[in-house]
C-alpha cells in the first residue's frame, strides 16, 4: 500500500529525526537520491559523463538538495551549471560543494536551458503555496521548452504539497524523487498531472512517522485480500444479495449497466426494480426483475439507488432500509442530509465534481480544484462514505480519523456516458457480499479502472467493454499481474 502524510506530519517527523542525527545528514541521504535517480534518467538518454544538467535553485532546504545532488553529478563528469532564482539565500553549504566538485552558477540561464539534458527544479519546496513567484515563471517556462527532462526536487514548483491544489503557475515535471514520504500533491489532481514519475527516496523517515497516514493508495495485493470469495458452504443468497433501482423510461440503459456491474461485483444474486426490466431481462436474464416498489421487492444485503433514474421513486425506500445504500447519480439531487445522517446502516455517496458542488452548494471549479477538501467536507456534512469521482477517486469515511483513500487505476478513457452506472453496480454488490462502504468504494473503483485500461489499451472503450472487463481485471489483482 503506498501511503501519503501531511506537509505538517513530514516536517514534525524530519524535526525529530534531525535531531537523532549528525548535522546535514538527512539532507547529504536526500541528495543522495535525487543524484542517484538523475543519473538513471540520464543514463537512459545516453549518459552521465558530458551530460549537461541545469539545477534552477531556490531558497531554503529544497535549493540546498538540488545544489548538493548536483555537486554528486558534477562529480561523476556531468557539467552542471546552478541557476540561483535568490542568490542572497541560496543554501551557503551546497553552492560550495558544487563550486568545489566544479560546477558553476550562471546569471542568464537560457544559454544553460538550452543546451541541457535534465533540469532539476528545486525553486521551491512542500510548503509553497499559491504557484510560482512572477519572477520564477520565465526560467520555469523555458525549462519546460527546452526539451530536457524536469526533475523535481519532493515536487513540482508551484504545486501545493498538502491539498494536490495548483493555484497559478507551475512548473511540470517528467519525474519527482521525493523523500521520506509521499505527500497528498503526488497522488491528488490537479498537482499529480505535474509530477510524472515519482520516486520515493528512503532517508530514515518510516521510523518517526506516525502509523496511520492521511491518505492511502491500494495496490493489488491490498486489493486481493478485500476482494469476496465463495466457499464450499456458500450459495446465491449467503453471498449477497444486491438490488439496484436505475432507469427510466428515458434511460433505459443505465438500468442495463448497473446491473452489468453488479452481475461482476462478487454478490450472489442481483435484483432489479424499476421500469427497466424488459431491458434488463433481454440483456441479462439471470436478473431477478420487480417493478417496485423497492421495499416490496424481496430481501437484499444492499441497495444501489440513482443511476438513470430520472423522476421515478426509490431512493426514500432505499434511505429507510436496514442495509448498506449506495446512492449515485439522480439519487443525489436534493439529497436530504439530515435522512442520510439519521441512518444506522451505512450510506456510500457516489458523486462526480458536478454532483459534489450541488450537494456542497459551491461552484464545480472549487471542488475540481480542491477535491481533498471537498470529499472530507461532504463525508462529515452527511455523515456517509463518499466516493469522488474523477481523474483521482477519492475515497473519504465520516470517521476524520481514517485516511482518504487514493484511487490509482483510473484512466481518461474512463471519461464516457455510462461508466459511473458500471461502478455503481460494482461497487453496490461488493456491498452486498459483505465489505464495509469505504472498502467497497475502494475495491469498486480500483477494479473498475483497472477494466478499462484493460478494454481500452490506448482505444476508446464504452461503458459496456467496462463491464465486460471486469472479470479480466478481477483475475489480474487476484493473480498479483
Known amino acids: 500500500m503506498r501511503t501519503a502524510y501531511s ?21 547529504e541521504r536526500a541528495a543522495a537520491g ?37 555537486a554528486r553529478l558534477a562529480r561523476r563528469g556531468a557539467g ?67 526539451g530536457a527532462l524536469v526533475v523535481a526536487v519532493d515536487l513540482p514548483s508551484g504545486v501545493e504539497a498538502g491539498s494536490g491544489q495548483v493555484v497559478g503557475e507551475a512548473l511540470r515535471a517528467d519525474a519527482t524523487v ?43 495485493a491490498d486489493l486481493a485480500r478485500l476482494l469476496p470469495v465463495p466457499t464450499g458452504e456458500s450459495d ?28 461482476h461485483g462478487g454478490a450472489g444474486a442481483v435484483r432489479y426494480v424499476g421500469p427497466a426490466g424488459d431491458a434488463v431481462i433481454a440483456r441479462f436474464p439471470e436478473t431477478l426483475v420487480h417493478t417496485g416498489p423497492p421495499a416490496k421487492a424481496g430481501r437484499v444485503q444492499a ?35 439530515g435522512a442520510v445522517r439519521a441512518r444506522t446502516a451505512p450510506t456510500l455517496l457516489t458523486p462526480h465534481a458536478g454532483e459534489a458542488a450541488a450537494l456542497l452548494g459551491v461552484p464545480r471549479e472549487e471542488v475540481e480544484s480542491a477535491r481533498l477538501a471537498s470529499v472530507r467536507e461532504l463525508a462529515a456534512r452527511y455523515g456517509a462514505t463518499v466516493l469522488l469521482k474523477g481523474s483521482t477517486t ?47 468504494g475502494s475495491a469498486g473503483a480500483y477494479l473498475h479502472g483497472l477494466a478499462a485500461r484493460l478494454a481500452a489499451r490506448g482505444a476508446p472503450v464504452s461503458a459496456e467493454d467496462v463491464g465486460a472487463a471486469l472479470r479480466g481485471a478481477w483475475r489480474d489483482v487476484v493473480a498479483g499481474e
Open 7 to 27: 506537509v505538517e506530519t513530514v516536517r514534525t517527523a524530519e524535526a525529530e529525526l534531525m535531531d537523532r542525527l549528525p548535522d546535514g545528514v538527512l539532507m
Open 80 to 146: 552542471v551549471s546552478a541557476v540561483l532564482l535568490t542568490p542572497a539565500r541560496a543554501h551557503a553549504g551546497g553552492l560550495a560543494a558544487l563550486r568545489a566538485a566544479g560546477g558553476r552558477v550562471v546569471d542568464d540561464p537560457s544559454p544553460a536551458l538550452a543546451a541541457a539534458d535534465l533540469v532539476m527544479d528545486g525553486i521551491t519546496g512542500i510548503g509553497g503555496r499559491g504557484g510560482l513567484r512572477p519572477d520564477a515563471v520565465p526560467v520555469a517556462r523555458a525549462a519546460r521548452r527546452s
Open 34 to 70: 535525487l543524484a542517484a535517480a538523475c543519473a538513471d534518467l540520464l543514463r537512459r538518454r545516453g549518459r552521465v559523463y558530458g551530460a549537461r544538467v541545469v539545477l534552477l535553485v531556490g531558497s531554503g532546504d529544497n535549493g540546498g538538495d538540488a545544489l548538493y545532488a548536483g
Open 236 to 263: 446465491k443468497y449467503r453471498r449477497g444479495v444486491v438490488g439496484i433501482v436505475a432507469g427510466s423510461a428515458r434511460y433505459p440503459g443505465a438500468a442495463v449497466l448497473a446491473v452489468a456491474g453488479a452481475l
Open 394 to 440: 477519492l475515497v473519504a469515511s465520516p470517521d476524520t480519523a481514517v485516511p482518504v483513500r487514493v484511487n490509482p487505476t483510473g484512466t481518461p478513457w474512463l471519461a464516457t456516458a455510462g461508466s459511473g452506472d458500471v461502478l455503481s453496480g460494482l461497487t453496490g454488490s461488493l456491498l452486498a457480499a459483505g465489505l464495509d462502504a469505504r472498502d467497497a
Open 178 to 220: 521525493t523523500f521520506g514520504a509521499y505527500k497528498p500533491g503526488h497522488l491528488i489532481d490537479p498537482a499529480r498531472e505535474f509530477t510524472g514519475a515519482v520516486r520515493l527516496v528512503d532517508i530514515g523517515l518510516d521510523a518517526v512517522l506516525p502509523p496511520v497516514p492521511e491518505l492511502e493508495a491500494l495496490q493489488h
Open 303 to 337: 441497495w444501489v439507488v440513482g443511476p438513470g433514474l430520472g423522476d421515478e421513486p426509490g431512493v426514500a425506500d432505499a434511505l429507510a432500509s436496514d442495509v448498506p445504500v449506495l446512492i449515485d447519480a439522480d439519487g443525489l439531487r436534493g439529497l436530504d442530509a
